[in-house]
């Protein structure tokens, strides 16, 4: 969360060292999980576009309420994973 959080508030101008004092771990302790600053940001993508909860709700849903109702949880839900991802997906581009 420290990573990703830091990511979005400053953009190419975070630093590992911003995210360890956030996270309360030293830098060498994200250096010996990510070969980079590149492959923490890479992780954090892969993490935040993961289905929600809400999608995965949204299948066992299926003819149990309407069609709307269904399209519209599903709608929000990706609009969420957009709203979420967006700005990391700027970030690695």
Do not use: C
Request: avoid cysteine; charge should be positive; hydrophobic fraction near 45%.
């Amino acid at each position: 969360m420290a990573a990703r959080d830091v990511f979005r508030e400053q953009g190419h101008g975070a630093t590992t060292a911003e995210i360890a004092r956030r996270a309360g771990v030293s830098e060498g302790t994200i250096f010996y999980r990510y070969k980079s600053k590149e492959a923490l940001l890479a992780s954090v993508i892969v993490r935040e576009t993961e289905p929600s909860e809400a999608l995965h709700t949204l299948l066992g849903r299926a003819g149990q309420r309407t069609v709307a109702a269904n399209l519209r949880a599903a709608v929000e839900a990706l609009l969420d994973l957009i709203f979420r991802v967006h700005p990391l997906i700027e970030l690695a581009v």
